[in-house]
Each structure stands twice: as structure tokens, then as C-alpha cells.
């Protein structure tokens, strides 16, 4: 039974163990792995397909040193998706409601794109810390806040992924409870809400999408800044 709103973002265990770990894992297996024949079949196609048109709409805003990126960031991308849109089915738990995953997963890139731009360009990355043609007073102020917010973008990136999800499920639990709970009361009200929740449920599924393709632009245009 549950309790609180809240406890569908706790992660599940079994036996003591969280279940997290296999969620994580389990996606992998649904997408299928390519053959050897020299004539694929409809869904290896139509996958290959989207891979390559989101690689290459990826790589539009990136040099040629930032392609060496590219099997990583889209397999982040269909990782992302893949997670996303699992979670929205019953009796399911999304891992990206978590912050801590989420975290996990923008630190690390974030801190390497910086890396990447002190190690091969460090007077151009640290140029984006005072704009040209600042005025001497307001330098070391604008240095501050410049240093300031290139150290919230990693926060910024797990936040926006966690609170877009997790306020999508908050809406789609609270709807379907006062659908439930009109339904022998005010029949007519109960359907509208039906209808409503069988739209912001269409809605999510798009979030779910474009959420996962926010998170790695935004990945690839900080890596764009530094190489």
C-alpha cells in the first residue's frame, strides 16, 4: 500500500538489496545487438537508422575533435531515453528520478569537458571567466560569477532531469487518484479526468524524450566551449 506520493521515487528492494542496480541494467538487453549477415532485419535497420540520424545531429555543433565523443554521448542518449520511458509503465521504478544517479552522471562529464579545455586550450577556457572589454571595477566581480556558474552547470543538468521527471509522475499519480476516487461519485468529472491524465501521459512521453536529448546537448555544447 501506498503510503505517501513520494515513496514511488524510493528505490525498491529485495531481500535487503536495491533493485536499482538492475534497472539500470536490465534496458541493455531490449535493444538488439547487430548480426553478421550482410542484410539486417527491419528493427536492426530502423534502430541503425535513428542511431546514425541522432549522431548526426549531434555532431552538427562539434569540431572534428569533439566526434571522438560520439559513441559515448549517444549511448548516453539511448541510455537515457531508454530509462525514461520504461519508467513511465506500471509497477516500474525510474532511476532518473534519482539525484544522485543523475549527479553520477553529469559530474563526470561536465568535469571532463572542463579538463579537456584546461589541458589543450587553458588561456581560451579560462578567458570565459572575464568577458573582453569588461571594466576594471567590475572584474573581479564578474570573475566570481563566472566561477560560480560554471560550477552549477553540473547541478543544473541533474536537476533539470530529476524535477521534470519526478514532477511528471507527481501529476500523473495525483490525476489518477482523483480519477479513481470520482469515478462513483461524479462519473462525468471522472471521465474528463481520465481524458486529461490520458493526455499529460502523452505529455510525459515527450518529456521523457526530450529530456534525455537536453541532457546530452547541453553535454555536448560545454564540450564544444573547450576543444
Given at each position: 500500500m501506498?503510503?505517501?506520493?513520494?515513496d514511488q521515487f524510493a528505490s525498491p528492494t529485495f531481500l535487503g538489496i536495491p533493485l536499482i542496480a538492475l534497472a539500470l541494467t536490465l534496458p541493455w538487453i531490449l535493444y538488439p545487438s547487430p548480426s553478421s549477415r550482410w542484410l539486417n532485419n527491419r528493427l536492426l535497420t530502423l534502430q541503425n537508422w535513428f542511431i546514425n540520424?541522432?549522431?548526426?545531429?549531434?555532431?552538427?555543433?562539434?569540431?572534428?575533435g569533439g566526434h571522438k565523443w560520439a559513441v559515448m554521448l549517444t549511448s548516453l542518449m539511448l541510455f537515457l531515453i531508454t530509462l525514461?520511458?520504461?519508467?513511465?509503465?506500471?509497477y516500474t521504478f525510474t532511476p532518473t528520478t534519482q539525484l544522485s544517479m543523475n549527479m553520477a552522471l553529469a559530474v563526470p562529464l561536465w568535469l571532463a569537458t572542463v579538463i579537456i579545455g584546461m589541458r589543450?586550450?587553458?588561456?581560451?577556457?579560462?578567458?570565459?571567466?572575464?568577458?573582453?572589454?569588461?571594466?576594471?571595477?567590475?572584474?573581479?566581480?564578474?570573475?566570481?560569477?563566472?566561477?560560480?556558474?560554471?560550477?552549477?552547470?553540473?547541478?543544473?543538468?541533474?536537476?533539470?532531469?530529476t524535477a521534470n521527471l519526478t514532477a511528471g509522475h507527481l501529476l500523473i499519480q495525483l490525476i489518477a487518484t482523483a480519477a479513481f476516487v470520482l469515478l462513483p461519485l461524479m462519473p462525468t468529472v471522472a471521465i474528463l479526468t481520465a481524458t486529461l491524465l490520458f493526455m499529460l501521459t502523452l505529455l510525459e512521453v515527450a518529456v521523457a524524450m526530450i529530456q534525455a536529448y537536453v541532457f546530452v546537448l547541453l553535454i555536448s555544447l560545454y564540450l564544444q566551449e573547450n576543444i
Amino acid at each position: 500500500m501506498t503510503l505517501s506520493f513520494f515513496d514511488q521515487f524510493a528505490s525498491p528492494t529485495f531481500l535487503g538489496i536495491p533493485l536499482i542496480a538492475l534497472a539500470l541494467t536490465l534496458p541493455w538487453i531490449l535493444y538488439p545487438s547487430p548480426s553478421s549477415r550482410w542484410l539486417n532485419n527491419r528493427l536492426l535497420t530502423l534502430q541503425n537508422w535513428f542511431i546514425n540520424r541522432f549522431t548526426q545531429q549531434l555532431l552538427l555543433p562539434l569540431n572534428v575533435g569533439g566526434h571522438k565523443w560520439a559513441v559515448m554521448l549517444t549511448s548516453l542518449m539511448l541510455f537515457l531515453i531508454t530509462l525514461n520511458m520504461l519508467g513511465l509503465l506500471p509497477y516500474t521504478f525510474t532511476p532518473t528520478t534519482q539525484l544522485s544517479m543523475n549527479m553520477a552522471l553529469a559530474v563526470p562529464l561536465w568535469l571532463a569537458t572542463v579538463i579537456i579545455g584546461m589541458r589543450n586550450q587553458p588561456t581560451h577556457a579560462l578567458g570565459h571567466l572575464l568577458p573582453e572589454g569588461t571594466p576594471t571595477p567590475l572584474i573581479p566581480v564578474l570573475i566570481i560569477i563566472e566561477t560560480i556558474s560554471l560550477f552549477i552547470r553540473p547541478l543544473a543538468l541533474g536537476v533539470r532531469l530529476t524535477a521534470n521527471l519526478t514532477a511528471g509522475h507527481l501529476l500523473i499519480q495525483l490525476i489518477a487518484t482523483a480519477a479513481f476516487v470520482l469515478l462513483p461519485l461524479m462519473p462525468t468529472v471522472a471521465i474528463l479526468t481520465a481524458t486529461l491524465l490520458f493526455m499529460l501521459t502523452l505529455l510525459e512521453v515527450a518529456v521523457a524524450m526530450i529530456q534525455a536529448y537536453v541532457f546530452v546537448l547541453l553535454i555536448s555544447l560545454y564540450l564544444q566551449e573547450n576543444i
